[in-house]
């Protein structure tokens, strides 16, 4: 009975994670300008690293991408694969061995998904516009998200149960 108490509650958390997540992502993305275009820092990516400290990252991730690019995205192709890099991406940083890493995936699949994206969209240049998109997850990943993994690593047994 206490195992099925303890699952019970370790799933509500992993759910209320996510949840917390996915509108932190989405309402950053929606609130802030900037997190579209060909020349774009989407501030919201800096929640990418969240993933390193909780597996409940990765839905909440994709689930707030989804959201936010059905309100400010480039249109079904962003929605779809956009939101599946975010996908992707979370799940490789969640799989990161160390923290000075687990900011890259989201950089590396984003300049090459969302460039696909934006060519697909807006006719925008392919190598152009992954250095863009590059550029911009670095600002959002490395500049603002390590940071907060900084900040977070100091309470991160508190934050996320471990």
């Given at each position: 009975?206490?195992?099925?108490?303890q699952?019970?509650?370790?799933y509500?958390?992993?759910?209320?994670?996510?949840?917390?997540?996915?509108a932190?992502?989405a309402?950053?993305?929606?609130l802030i300008?900037?997190?579209?275009?060909?020349?774009q820092i989407?501030?919201?990516?800096?929640?990418?690293?969240?993933?390193?400290?909780t597996?409940?990252?990765?839905?909440?991730?994709?689930i707030?991408?989804?959201?936010?690019?059905?309100?400010?995205?480039?249109?079904?192709?962003?929605i779809?694969?956009?939101s599946l890099?975010?996908?992707?991406?979370?799940v490789l940083?969640?799989?990161?061995?160390?923290k000075?890493?687990?900011?890259l995936?989201?950089?590396?699949?984003?300049?090459?998904?969302?460039a696909?994206?934006?060519?697909?969209?807006?006719n925008a240049?392919?190598?152009?516009?992954?250095?863009?998109v590059?550029?911009?997850?670095?600002?959002?990943?490395?500049?603002l998200?390590y940071?907060?993994?900084?900040?977070?690593?100091k309470?991160?047994?508190r934050?996320f149960?471990k």
């Amino acid at each position: 009975m206490a195992h099925n108490m303890q699952k019970t509650t370790n799933y509500i958390r992993y759910m209320v994670e996510a949840a917390i997540i996915a509108a932190m992502y989405a309402a950053l993305t929606i609130l802030i300008p900037g997190g579209s275009g060909q020349i774009q820092i989407r501030v919201s990516e800096a929640l990418t690293v969240l993933a390193f400290f909780t597996p409940a990252a990765i839905p909440g991730l994709f689930i707030g991408c989804l959201t936010a690019n059905l309100f400010v995205g480039a249109g079904i192709y962003d929605i779809v694969f956009g939101s599946l890099a975010t996908l992707i991406a979370a799940v490789l940083t969640n799989k990161m061995p160390v923290k000075h890493l687990a900011p890259l995936p989201p950089v590396i699949v984003n300049a090459v998904v969302v460039a696909l994206v934006l060519k697909l969209s807006l006719n925008a240049p392919i190598l152009v516009t992954m250095g863009f998109v590059a550029l911009g997850e670095l600002v959002a990943c490395y500049g603002l998200g390590y940071p907060l993994m900084l900040l977070l690593e100091k309470q991160k047994s508190r934050l996320f149960g471990k």
